[in-house]
């Protein structure tokens, strides 16, 4: 069974960058695509963007500008960084496995990140 | 971004009763529809895609319908565990977009 666990600092200050990375177990990341989600009570789930295992990247035009993704394989892990970010930024970060509909079908259980000096 | 609109934003029901939760779309989505269950303080986990494909392990109370723009998650026969916050996502278009989602409570 595929398990996902998002690690990462759980405080940023402001205008830094949050970086996150989610390690896959049970399972190769070379035969998926990976996303980042998070959850903020403002802004309920929103979609960040996602990899594919030869590092194709598809981000949210909305945090395009901000936003970059990375896959190791030979650690079985993919990265989230989000630079300059501000208060808006505060929630709990996911990362998924995608499925062939556009499903997440795999989650990690989530790492709230906060963003305060 | 194509918007995902749910209706009611809560619901209130018992056990052994059946509820009906609905979503719709603002523009055409086909059958890209996928339905998440969330309990308090844990991920979302996926019960349906494809607006009516079962996700394997699900009990099969749950059902989904719909095409186009409007869709619809029915739980029957409630069971105390599935009293949480259902949401609904389209996968038809980038960026991937959720409902704000429907709290069920006792």
């Known amino acids: 069974q595929v398990q996902l666990q998002e690690s990462g600092p759980g405080l940023v200050k402001p205008s830094e960058t949050l970086s996150l990375n989610c390690t896959v177990s049970?399972?190769?990341?070379?035969?998926?695509?990976w996303s980042w989600i998070r959850q903020s009570p403002g802004k309920g789930l929103e979609w960040i963007g996602n990899?594919?295992?030869?590092?194709?990247?598809v981000y949210n035009p909305s945090l395009k500008s901000r936003v970059t993704m990375a896959v190791d394989p030979s650690k079985n892990q993919f990265s989230l960084n989000l630079n300059s970010v501000t208060a808006a930024d505060t929630a709990i970060y996911y990362c998924?496995?995608?499925?062939?509909?556009?499903?997440?079908?795999?989650w990690g259980q989530g790492t709230l990140v906060t963003v305060s000096s | 971004d194509i918007q995902m609109t749910q209706s009611p934003d809560s619901l209130s029901a018992s056990v052994g009763d059946r509820v009906t939760i609905t979503c719709r779309a603002s523009q055409n989505i086909w059958v890209y529809l996928n339905w998440y269950e969330q309990r308090p303080g844990k991920a979302p986990h996926l019960l349906i895609h494809s607006a009516s494909k079962l996700q394997s392990g699900v009990p099969s109370r749950f059902s989904g319908s719909g095409s186009g723009t409007t869709f619809t998650l029915t739980i029957n026969n409630l069971q105390p565990e599935d009293f949480a916050t259902y949401y609904c996502?389209?996968?038809?278009?980038?960026?991937?977009?959720f409902g704000q989602g429907t709290k069920l409570e006792i």
């Open positions: 049970g399972g190769s990341i070379s035969d998926y695509s």
């Open positions: 990899i594919s295992a030869s590092a194709r990247t």
């Open positions: 996502q389209q996968s038809s278009s980038l960026p991937q977009t």
């Open positions: 998924t496995r995608d499925g062939p509909r556009g499903e997440f079908s795999h």
